[in-house]
């Protein structure tokens, strides 16, 4: 049976558990609920967590 | 249909990734993410990641990573969207005026110069308010619309002072009185999939400066415009902006100016703003690309040379 629970990972920030949706991705930034900051899911299995890179000048489209 | 191996260059994986990702999925094709953070490219081999890959797209994020891993890409042989060419043609605003203005591609007035002194006489010459941006750069950051000498001294002082080495490069550019709004279209290779309008009291009218989108329909002069401009920097997934000059009365402009092409287009807002499914959209077109490059071995690139060097429009090779 699939697993129904949804998925979490610590704040790198605060300690505090983050829900996440369902489909994130690898390289995708979630905002921190409690700071604001942006954090970068950098690995799903086991889903983890880390500050995002600061933006860069040259970044854009 | 052909399964396409497509390799996903970045390092951000914003909605428009998500959107580009999940369509692909969907369609069966193979998706290799390869975080360009986290691999070396070496001047004859393609890192493992990318060696089996069919097409790759670049959608990094910072442009300078952009530019080399096109380069890398050309070099391994492997077909990239957008090109090599393509990106270096529209990473740098310069270089992007320089080739619409050869194509015939109407674009505001430009200027470049290399001291504060010489930057400034140009400012001087254009009158106010003009704008000084920033030769690289994107979402409407550092852009300076001066109103006055004054401004203009400051700004160029700090620029001067404070900036990297290419912020020295002072691109001067007419203020172009836009009716509170510009125009992105997204196109491939000439082709729009949907436009939209930005909306905003500022005088940046950037989806990412908060700018109001709205569904826009282009007339023939701005799709042939759109065609024109795409052609100019070699085709590919692209941005292109407009803005309406001489708009009157009844809203109708006399005519449009391209002020920008962007090559590594971000079309969430798009998405939201119209009806057209974009990331399908632009799918099928990574379809054609991937199957025509099996049999051509690349897109773009030499069209794009080809325009630079004679002025005329680039022939794509989709």
């Known amino acids: 049976m699939a697993d129904d629970s949804p998925l979490t990972a610590e704040d790198p920030i605060t300690g505090e558990e983050i829900e996440l949706p369902a489909d994130v991705e690898v390289g995708e930034i979630i905002d921190s609920p409690a700071s604001g900051a942006e954090l970068e899911v950098v690995s799903l299995d086991p889903v983890e967590l880390q500050e995002a890179p600061e933006l860069e000048e040259d970044w854009g489209e | ?318």
């Open chain 2, 1 to 318: 249909m052909v399964r396409v191996n497509v390799g996903l260059l970045y390092s951000r994986i914003r909605r428009d990734e998500k959107l580009l990702l999940s369509e692909l999925r969907d369609r069966g094709h193979e998706v290799e993410k390869i975080d360009v953070r986290d691999v070396a490219f070496g001047l004859s081999e393609p890192p493992e990641a990318l060696a089996d890959v069919d097409l790759a797209i670049d959608r990094c994020l910072a442009t300078s990573r952009s530019l080399y891993v096109t380069r890398f890409c050309d070099a391994y042989g492997i077909p990239v969207v957008n090109g090599s060419r393509t990106a270096e043609l529209c990473a740098d605003k310069v270089k992007n005026s320089l080739a619409l203005h050869g194509a015939g591609v109407p674009t505001p007035r430009t200027e470049v110069a290399f001291t504060v002194e010489s930057a400034l006489e140009t400012v001087e010459r254009f009158g106010y308010p003009c704008v000084l941006k920033p030769v690289v750069g994107s979402w409407g950051r550092l852009m300076a619309k001066l109103d006055s000498r004054s401004a203009a001294e400051a700004v160029l002082e700090h620029k001067a002072t404070l900036g990297h080495y290419e912020h020295k490069v002072f691109y001067v550019q007419e203020f172009v009185d836009k009716p509170g709004r510009d125009v992105r279209v997204v196109a491939v290779d000439g082709e729009p999939i949907a436009a939209m309008t930005r909306t905003s009291d500022h005088w940046l009218t950037n989806a990412a400066k908060g700018a109001e989108a709205e569904a826009f329909d282009l007339d023939d002069r701005a799709r042939d415009l759109v065609e024109r401009a795409s052609a100019a920097v070699g085709g590919g997934l692209l941005g292109v902006d407009l803005m309406e000059v001489g708009v009157g009365d009844d809203g109708e402009p006399d005519g449009y100016t391209v002020h920008e092409v962007n090559h590594t287009v971000e079309f969430k807002a798009l998405d939201e703003a119209t009806d057209v499914d974009v990331p399908a959209r632009v799918v099928d077109w990574l379809e054609v690309v991937a199957e025509t490059a099996g049999t051509t071995g690349g897109h773009g690139d030499e069209g794009a040379r080809e325009d630079v060097d004679d002025g005329e429009e680039a022939e794509v090779s989709t």
